[in-house]
């Protein structure tokens, strides 16, 4: 039988947003006035169509049918977690690696006084929730055991939640996400899509903390050597499907969970590009979506000899863009800059 896949698209944003919502032009995304769509793109293996949501009636029935259920989803308003506010778009996840072997900032923050001054700086800029991670996972890394994983994250862990910083715990391993929630963390971010370790299920389930499903094809020390895809953009949707059987068969029930295709895990700069482009795919699986822009590589590749050490330019423009695409989360390094970036888009579209 024949596969289809609903993607939103044509979003507006703002007080046009509003306007068109209020007159019934348009539909807003998760129940949110300031940035809705009035068409969709009907995607298969083979084949792709857009048209107007005013159009739907045109299809056939089945179709129709299963349109209507992937915009129920859509349209559905997501409940805050995590210190998100998913009203307002996008949140900002922002990075603290304690690590001396990051990809951009490895060794920078990794002192206890560096550490919380910087995660104190990132709240301060506007950062929903600060990322906590003390293991690498940059391309070409390896492993680094648990131990040595905790002893980089556990004081400063410590300190911010003691100072009410609210945090993300991004690692892969069940016994650190443990300790974590046991701490007070409010996340589990786990890039390897929770297939890692084979106990993370279990201590989800036990804790019913809200977390990240992340794609990623491979592992950090292999995934850049030639990924390949029948179609990156199903492939990753197909892959998060079926992820989410799997957790409500194994028991978990709760609707705390974040969606991020792993961008630069895995994939080549086509396979990035086609990811961002058509990032709105991804909102009719009904869960809120992360993407970690900032600092990626695909800035890089395209900006050629205008790449920088920071690649602010960069991510400012593709955070801009992902925010038009109804993104709620996006996991940044730069916080001031990036929120700098988008305030004065919003300024300048919305005539203030």
Request: charged content about 30%; aromatic content about 8%.
């Amino acid at each position: 039988m024949l596969r289809y896949y609903t993607r939103v698209c044509n979003f507006y944003y703002g007080k046009n947003s509003k306007k068109l919502v209020n007159n019934k032009k348009s539909i807003p995304l998760n129940g949110v006035k300031e940035i809705s769509f009035d068409q969709i793109e009907i995607i298969t293996r083979n084949s792709k169509k857009k048209i107007f949501i005013n159009q739907l009636k045109h299809l056939p029935k089945l179709l129709r049918k299963k349109i209507n259920y992937d915009l129920r989803k859509i349209k559905s308003k997501k409940k805050n977690f995590s210190n998100f506010d998913f009203k307002k778009t996008p949140n900002i996840l922002g990075v603290l690696n304690l690590t001396p072997d990051s990809f951009s900032d490895g060794g920078k923050f990794n002192t206890k006084k560096r550490g919380i001054n910087h995660a104190f700086n990132l709240i301060n800029s506007g950062a929903n929730l600060i990322d906590v991670g003390g293991e690498s996972t940059r391309p070409g890394s390896k492993a680094i055991k648990e131990n040595l994983e905790w002893l980089r994250i556990n004081k400063i862990l410590k300190s911010l939640i003691k100072k009410k910083i609210p945090i993300s715990l991004d690692t892969r391993k069940s016994k650190i996400m443990s300790k974590g929630i046991k701490l007070g963390i409010k996340l589990i971010n786990d890039v390897s899509g929770l297939e890692f370790d084979t106990e993370t299920l279990n201590i989800l389930k036990k804790y019913k903390i809200p977390f990240v499903i992340q794609h990623s094809q491979g592992t950090p020390d292999n995934m850049q050597k030639k990924p390949k895809y029948k179609n990156e953009l199903l492939d990753i949707y197909d892959f998060f499907e079926k992820k989410i059987k799997l957790l409500r068969s194994k028991g978990i029930k709760h609707e705390k969970i974040i969606l991020d295709p792993g961008i630069g895990f895995g994939k080549n700069l086509k396979h990035n590009m086609s990811l961002i482009r058509n990032i709105s795919i991804f909102h009719s699986l009904g869960f809120p979506i992360l993407v970690g822009n900032s600092r990626k590589r695909f800035i890089k590749e395209l900006s050629g000899k205008n790449d920088s050490k920071l690649r602010n330019g960069g991510t400012i423009a593709s955070s801009i863009y992902l925010m038009m695409q109804g993104i709620q989360i996006l996991r940044i390094h730069d916080v001031n800059e990036t929120i700098q970036g988008l305030k004065i888009f919003k300024s300048i579209i919305n005539n203030q």
